[in-house]
């Protein structure tokens, strides 16, 4: 990357190099960056993309050259990236933004569906909200605990019944959160096969805007569907009470496959990855098999080390200084949530796993008025499915090299494509 | 030290209930907290004090 002044937009006094250099920020002016850096080091499947951390070390706010060509910033620090997150001069509608990635610069982002409320601001987004977190509060989804405990015993009873070597995405980190999501929102999970494949195109970086746009409604005219079906005989399951609601069919249908595409993939994610991880660090996890309390602190350090959701993109909808720095209105903020937690500044020695830590504050889940609404969810499903893996297979090992497991890369939700186990059958 | 909440910013995350059970829940209907006990005591204002930091909404204050 080269430093190219000619190319420039005239210099503003929030440029790195137009005020007086502190201890963050060297001398001569930083290379630019001209893409969210998304490269990680071979043989290093846990740790963000080394240039991530450079960043952060240079700047915990900086000027990003969009590849559509707008200048905009990245926050890579903690500190920044809670500020703006929990800014509601911040917007977090599609239409108003400029993506990190190669491969949008021509498209205009449409507007979010009626429903799809994670790309709304207030109050529009706040009304769903209300009419949702009710149902995921930390009580409510510890009432859960029983069932998830119910689908681990079911999975890993299959896996013992298989015999060793298989590959643990298949046969347990997967089925588990998605027979979970798909029974709390009132999707028949044989239905499966009409839904899983579209849910990861919309995660998949190398798919583009038509083949997202072919998923996104195949997934909706799915859930229209089930939709139908709840009004005309409701079950006890959170589609059929929503439509107790002042929801339109569409908005349901839009809520329904929001919830759906945000719940079947991210917490099969860290529970594979997290598997892996301590798989790669046996002194940790001899420490989580020993100490059952350890579970709930474990699963917080994971999320932090991990961050498989990253990142998130806003929009300034007026000045905003953050930071001692001036993002214009209509600038464009792309937040690394995986940098944020590896954030010296905030965890001492983040780069080291470490699950007596005290992780509380990582953003793993985000923060703001959009952070996870499924998190209580996520955080039940992780607490039991890992440590019951491990006190089931005392002798679980990986089948294959380290760095022989398929990463999840170009993907906004990381991870593993598989992850192949063994054990000694007793 | 006395706790405040703004129920209008809360975006009902649920990470008070989960960081001091013992000072704030979540309303059954909407999701958003609710105060147990205003004025913690010994042992509960460590988590409070955590709790509100941790609010992704800064929904919670503290006063003395
Ligand atoms: C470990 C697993 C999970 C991780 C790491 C994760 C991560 C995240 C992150 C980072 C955001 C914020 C995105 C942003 O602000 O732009 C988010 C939002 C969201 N998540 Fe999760 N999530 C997980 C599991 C789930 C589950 C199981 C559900 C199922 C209900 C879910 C539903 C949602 C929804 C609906 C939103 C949008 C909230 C809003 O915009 O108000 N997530 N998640
Ligand atoms: S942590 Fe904050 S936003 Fe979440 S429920 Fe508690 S008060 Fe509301």
């Not at chain 1, 849910?199 to 799915?222: H, N, P």
């Not at chain 1, 719940?263 to 990855?273: E, Q």
Request: hydrophobic share 40%.
């Amino acid at each position: 990357m080269t430093h190219e002044p000619t190319t420039h937009e005239p210099k503003t006094h929030d440029e790195p190099t137009a005020h007086e250099p502190t201890a963050h920020e060297p001398t001569t002016a930083p290379a630019e960056v001209t893409a969210f850096p998304t490269a990680r080091h071979t043989g290093c499947p846990f740790d963000p993309p080394a240039e991530l951390a450079a960043l952060r070390e240079e700047s915990p706010l900086r000027r990003m050259r969009y590849p559509d060509g707008h200048h905009g910033w990245l926050a890579t620090g903690h500190a920044a990236v809670r500020a703006i997150m929990a800014d509601p001069r911040f917007s977090a509608r599609y239409e108003l933004l400029h993506l990190p990635m190669p491969g949008f610069e021509e498209v205009e982002i449409p507007p979010a569906a009626p429903g799809d409320f994670t790309g709304m601001d207030a109050p529009g987004h706040t009304r769903y909200r209300r009419l949702l977190t009710g149902r995921f509060t930390v009580r409510r989804m510890r009432l859960l605990t029983e069932r998830v405990e119910e689908l681990t015993a079911e999975h890993l009873d299959a896996m013992a019944a298989q015999g060793p070597g298989l590959d643990l995405v298949e046969a347990y980190a997967h089925p588990v959160p998605a027979q979970m999501i798909c029974e709390l929102l009132g999707v028949p999970y044989a239905d499966r096969k009409q839904f899983t494949g579209h849910v990861a195109t919309l995660f998949d970086q190398r798919a583009d805007i038509e083949a997202k746009g072919a998923a996104y409604g195949a997934v909706e005219s799915y859930v229209k569907g089930l939709v139908a079906a709840k009004r005309a005989e409701p079950t006890d399951d959170l589609l059929s009470d929503l439509t107790g609601t002042d929801l339109t069919d569409e908005e349901l249908a839009g809520v329904g496959s929001l919830l759906l595409g945000a719940g079947l993939d991210t917490t099969a994610n860290m529970i594979a990855l997290g598997a892996f991880a301590l798989l790669s660090h046996p002194e940790q996890l001899a420490a989580l098999r020993a100490e059952p309390g350890l579970a709930g602190p474990a699963v917080e350090e994971l999320l932090r080390y991990l961050t498989v959701a990253d990142p998130a993109v806003r929009t300034a909808l007026e000045d905003v200084e953050v930071d001692g720095r001036l993002i214009r209105a209509g600038d464009t903020v792309t937040l690394s949530f995986q940098a944020a937690n590896r954030d010296p500044a905030r965890f001492p020695g983040p780069d080291r796993l470490d699950l007596r830590r005290a992780a509380t504050g990582h953003v793993a889940f985000g923060h703001g008025a959009h952070q996870c609404l499924g998190q209580q969810l996520a955080r039940v499903e992780m607490q039991i499915a890992l440590p019951a893996l491990l006190r089931r297979f005392p002798t679980l090992r990986l089948a294959v090299e380290p760095s022989e497991v398929p990463l999840r890369e170009q993907n906004n939700i990381y991870g593993v494509r598989s992850l192949p186990v063994t054990w000694d059958q007793t | 030290m006395e706790i405040g909440v703004d129920r209008e910013r809360c975006a009902g995350a649920g990470m008070c209930a989960l960081t001091a059970p013992e000072v704030f829940d979540q309303d059954e209907e909407d999701g958003r907290v609710r105060l147990l006990t205003a004025r913690p005591v010994d042992g509960q204002r460590a988590a409070a004090r955590l709790a509100a930091g941790v609010c992704p909404a800064a929904a919670i204050t503290l006063g003395d």
